[in-house]
């Protein structure tokens, strides 16, 4: 069974880093062909896919956001990880992480972050 | 990248009445190498996390009912559902996955007359 779990810091305060953890079961992410992706949704509003990460470490990432996203993989824990950087108030949104590098089989139950002074 | 329009922005139905949400790529979506189009339909009920409920354009995931069916080819795509349930009120997005960076349409919401 596959599940995955985001985990972050709730609220943070403008230019600081935001940093969320995926802890996921069911797959590894050392396993050929799978990947993991984040996803945000601010409240009342669409989605907008952030980065990937894949089993050989490749990574992409939305461009949009330019130069403020990391993301890595912890798969000897199962984990993956979202770093952004210099975050304000438009980075207010449920973030999501989902199995799959492109179509998103599963996903986390989501976790609310408010950038807030 | 490629923009992803979908219409209309809501729409409000009868139960046992059939629906058909559009998607419309800025790009073709058809991988002619293995003939697939690279286009994802989900179902976000309120307060929920979103659901997938079909890949590749045309194949359901499981447990998707068979109300619920993926058409279009290229750069047109269209969710119907047929018979809509009470329990379908969500709202509706539909992703390209052809080309990074991935992109989603803004939504379509769907009301129970």
């Known amino acids: 069974q596959v599940t995955l779990k985001e985990s972050g810091p709730g609220i943070l305060q403008p230019s600081q880093t935001l940093s969320l953890t995926c802890t996921f079961s069911?797959?590894?992410?050392?396993?050929?062909?799978?990947?993991v992706g984040w996803i945000r949704q601010p409240s009342g509003k669409g989605l907008e896919w952030l980065a990937n990460?894949?089993?050989?470490?490749?990574?992409y990432y939305n461009p949009s956001l330019k130069n403020r996203l990391t993301i890595s993989k912890d798969t000897s824990n199962n984990q993956a990880f979202l770093k952004i950087t210099n975050v304000d108030t438009a980075d207010t949104a449920t973030y999501y992480c989902?199995?799959?590098?492109?179509?998103?089989?599963?996903w986390g139950q989501g976790v609310m972050v408010t950038v807030s002074s | 990248d490629i923009a992803i329009t979908q219409s209309p922005s809501s729409v409000a139905v009868s139960v046992g009445e059939t629906v058909t949400l559009s998607c419309k790529s800025s790009?073709?979506?058809?991988?002619?190498?293995?003939?697939?189009?690279?286009l994802g339909w989900y179902q976000q009920k309120p307060g929920q996390t979103p659901k997938p409920l079909i890949y590749w354009a045309t194949n359901r995931h499981t447990g998707v009912p068979d109300r619920f069916t993926g058409s279009g080819s290229g750069t047109d795509f269209t969710l119907i559902i047929s018979s809509v349930q009470a329990e379908d009120l969500a709202d509706y997005y539909c992703?390209?996955?052809?080309?990074?960076?991935?992109?989603f349409g803004s939504g379509t919401k769907l009301e129970i007359k």
């Open positions: 990460i894949w089993w050989d470490d490749d990574k």
């Open positions: 069911g797959f590894s992410l050392s396993t050929y062909g799978m990947g």
């Open positions: 989902a199995l799959g590098g492109n179509y998103f089989d599963y």
């Open positions: 992703e390209q996955y052809f080309v990074y960076p991935l992109t």
């Open positions: 790009q073709s979506l058809l991988y002619s190498e293995n003939n697939k189009d690279y």
